[in-house]
């Protein structure tokens, strides 16, 4: 399990996430509205990526 945002890897405290998301036995964790919605559109990108470097938002 990855304590980072899926969408923008920003450390996240999975206690304190803005949501978690599990699919495929995989808990997936959002810091806000903008990187739920952005998950939402292409969560397969997201999920293929998890591991690489995303660029993050402020």
């Known amino acids: 399990m990855n304590n980072r ?3 923008c890897n920003k450390p996240v405290n ?3 996430a803005y949501m ?3 699919l495929d036995g995989e808990t997936y964790f959002v ?4 990187c739920q919605a952005e ?3 292409n969560a397969q990108k997201y999920i293929s990526q ?3 470097k995303r660029t993050k938002h402020s």
Do not use: M
């Open 14 to 16: 999975r206690n304190k």
């Open 20 to 22: 978690s998301i599990k």
């Open 39 to 41: 998950f939402e559109k």
């Open 5 to 7: 945002c899926i969408t």
């Open 31 to 34: 810091c806000c509205p903008l």
């Open 50 to 52: 998890q591991g690489n």
